[in-house]
């Protein structure tokens, strides 16, 4: 497969994954569809952005703590098989939960300390006070690297980054759009 091949797989799997990774209700999104129907679409829209801006570092961290270690085959099965259990322990303990709150306390924590007074950094702290954002985007860069979906080269991992803010941003955009439309 040809080098501009895989790094048009890295992009497209790096906005699938950007896109899908924001849909569930989560503190960003309950922020952007209450703030939305009291501000505007604007004002929705930069929450999702400062959002994109966190989700883009843990994905870049995410890469930086994996990458290395996909040398042999027998670390790139224990890495898939990790990840695999990652995201099935996060869903199904999601799945499980009766009540989810709209602001987890290790984001309160972060809001107490940082005050975001903009809507940028309202989406931005929001997304840094969630530790399990950054293990998702761990298990992801996982996967995606053992799959021989994203080169383990900088031009690659770049790409695949590159995707995710363009997949993270089309959904906090139409959410945000949606939410606008209803507040006109």
């Known amino acids: 497969m ?7 797989i890295s ?6 994954c950007g896109f899908v990774v924001c849909i569930p209700v989560g503190p960003i999104n309950v922020t952007i569809v209450n703030e939305g129907a009291r501000r505007g679409f604007r004002w929705a829209f930069l929450i999702g952005m400062g959002a994109v801006a966190m989700e883009v570092v843990y994905c870049a961290l995410g890469f930086a703590s994996f990458l290395a270690v996909f040398d042999t085959g027998t670390m790139r099965a224990i890495i898939e098989l990790v990840s695999f259990a990652l995201m099935l322990f996060l869903g199904l303990k999601y799945a499980s939960a009766k009540e989810l709150p709209p602001v987890p306390h290790s ?28 293990l998702l985007w761990m298990a992801i860069s996982a996967g995606a690297a053992s799959r021989g979906w994203v080169r383990p080269d900088l031009a690659g991992k770049s790409v695949f980054v590159l995707g995710v803010a363009l997949g993270a ?5 139409l959410l945000s759009y949606i939410v606008g439309q209803r507040h006109q």
């Open 107 to 134: 984001v309160e924590v972060v809001e107490e300390r940082l005050h975001p007074h903009s809507a940028f950094m309202t989406g931005f702290v929001r997304v840094l006070g969630n530790p399990a954002t950054l």
């Open 169 to 173: 941003a089309s959904w906090f955009l």
């Open 11 to 16: 992009f497209g799997v790096g906005a699938a």
């Open 2 to 8: 040809s080098s501009t091949a895989i790094l048009l």
